[in-house]
């Protein structure tokens, strides 16, 4: 039941269903929950393409409008780049912003929103949703899953104190100063918005949920273990994008000191640029593996196969995302094995759940996935924190209700 007035929602975003994983399911997500709660939505939205950043052949074309569980999309051709590197990524985002504009527009005039809402990444589309508020004469809501500047930073895609840099910074503060309100995954992405000029009561933390909270509870991993041939062996997990920011070489690294484990198995399953740069460095290890993105009804089974759940992440990064399949990993019942600082939102969210190491050190990261190998009950213990920490903080209807109720509180 809705909480207040129905309210008519227009949504820009470039990521959206049927992207698996990432912001995509999460945007989704809260369209048709919203939808299911009595208010209408038009979602104005990119081809999909990730984690391959390939275009998906179905939807390859001009604009294409659908209606699906109630929500009213658009979704719009853009340029995909199947290197991302950073003038790359700028033009992917610059071509969806300017696809965006008319359909949003025609959206804005039929529906006369009381809100309109956008996610970032992509914050070049931003403009495009401000525009579309400020002539609509309603809030502008903006969603902030990554911090996209500091994330390319971290990851080398803009040189530090570059020229680059330096407007980009400046380009994202103007436009977060500019949104009515300003959302953001986790406590410290908050603080961040608030240090990037944002007053504190513009802020409101909206996380991201486990979206497979109810496939894990009934997973099954045995199926994926007699398939991969891991019957007999206590198995580390990475599952998801394969990118730079994830600083995923430490997996490699981890598998090399621990080949002697017999016991062990490391299986990284996901998609995604860094993917054949890793394969090409796992060359020679006997106890990796290599597999596909795994279908939506498989990912509980994926899930439930894992004994230890790997998260690592670039030590500048730690604060600029709080990955969306943490949820989910906690949800499973499986302790984690992260890489993050102390004090960072990982390491908070972690905590009474797995194990955190310094970023970018192999030996640590090896440790702590040999200490869980030689304690099974710690493994039971952590995993169970963590499946108690999901249902009181990763709830979906939770996370709807705040984002609706803030949403009401906005709107008067």
């Keep these: ?87 790359r990524r700028m033009a992917h985002h610059m071509s969806f912003a300017s696809s965006a504009y008319p359909p949003a527009r025609a959206a804005r005039r039929e529906l006369r929103p009381d809100m309109v809402f956008t996610v970032a990444p992509s914050m070049i589309a931003v403009p495009v949703a401000r525009r579309m508020a400020r002539r609509a004469g309603v809030p502008l809501w903006l969603h902030i899953q990554d911090f996209e500047v500091g994330a390319a930073l971290a990851t080398g895609l803009i040189e530090q104190g570059s020229k680059t840099a330096r407007n980009a910074a400046r380009f994202e503060e103007r436009l977060l100063r500019s949104a009515d309100v300003v959302s953001t995954i986790s406590e410290p992405m908050c603080a961040l918005a608030q240090a990037k000029g944002v007053d504190a009561d513009r802020i409101v ?48 690294e981890a598998a090399r000191r621990l080949e002697r484990r017999a016991d062990l198995a490391f299986v990284i399953s996901g998609e995604g640029p860094n993917r054949a740069r890793l394969e090409a460095m796992a060359a020679g290890l006997g106890n990796i593996q290599f597999h596909d993105l795994q279908p939506e009804e498989s990912i509980g089974d994926l899930m439930r196969l894992a004994d ?7 030590p500048d990064a730690a604060d600029l995302v709080l990955p969306s399949k943490l949820g989910n990993m906690l949800a499973s019942g499986r302790p984690i094995v992260a890489t993050a600082a102390p004090g960072t939102g990982i390491d908070r969210e972690i905590e009474g759940a797995g194990v955190v190491v310094p970023p970018q050190d192999p030996a640590a990261f090896a440790w702590g996935i040999d200490q869980l190998l030689r304690h099974p009950g710690l493994r039971e213990k952590l995993g169970q924190g963590g499946r108690e920490r999901a249902l009181l903080h990763w709830s979906k209807d939770a996370i709807v209700d705040r984002f609706e109720a803030q949403m009401q509180l906005l709107l008067g």
């Design 1 to 87: 039941m809705t909480q207040g007035p129905a309210r008519r929602i227009l949504f820009i975003g470039l990521n959206y269903s049927p992207e698996p994983i990432g912001i995509g399911p999460y945007s989704a997500g809260l369209a048709e929950a919203l939808v299911a709660r009595g208010h209408e939505v038009q979602a104005v939205v990119g081809q999909p393409y990730y984690p391959e950043w390939k275009l998906y052949e179905r939807y390859k074309g001009r604009w294409q409008s659908s209606v699906e569980n109630g929500v009213a999309i658009t979704r719009c051709p853009h340029y995909v780049p199947s290197n991302p590197t950073g003038k």
């Design 205 to 252: 933390e909206i996380r991201n949920w486990a979206n497979h909270a109810e496939r894990i509870a009934t997973g099954d991993g045995n199926r994926l273990r007699a398939e991969w041939g891991l019957q007999d062996k206590v198995v580390a997990l990475y599952s998801g994008n394969i990118a730079n920011k994830q600083g995923l070489e430490i997996v490699i």
């Design 308 to 314: 230890i759940h790997l998260l690592p992440q670039l």
